[in-house]
């Protein structure tokens, strides 16, 4: 069964993997896959830093057996920005395990944290073309406040609010 987990460097070579997963659909463009190998302790240890000015949050991985699956960021408050776009939680699946229930089980846990983190209600977003993200955030209670268009982005986004 998979768990979520603080990032490890027991995982690297699955994590590798993952990302040239994201890379080769085009995401994640901006990570040199080289860099991170080379220095994957530093990698992960800079995933537990706040840099200035970003909100205070927790990083997860969700691991199952030895693998990695996805990672989860929850954030323990919204600022402006992430009030348009990015809310409270954030996660993402690795392309070859996604519809395979994953993706329901890492929200789960995040809104098992946000709820011990005293969160009563948290705030996610995605793509409006985005229909798996729209449909797991719905099996959750997501309601749909709006969707708005965000400069530089190019899809509108859902706002999706879930009562903990």
Known sequence: MADLTDPSE???DSYLEALQEFQAEGRYQEVSLEEVAAHFGDFVQRLHEIKPGRVPHSYFWLIDGNDYIGRLILRHEVNEHLLQMGGHIGYDIRPSRRRQGYGKLILK????RAKILGLERVLL????DNLGSRRIIESHAGMLENIIEVEQWPAKV???WIHL
């Open 125 to 128: 977003t995605c793509d409006e």
């Open 158 to 160: 859902c706002r999706y």
């Open 10 to 12: 027991r995982y690297q």
């Open 109 to 112: 846990y995040g809104l098992d």
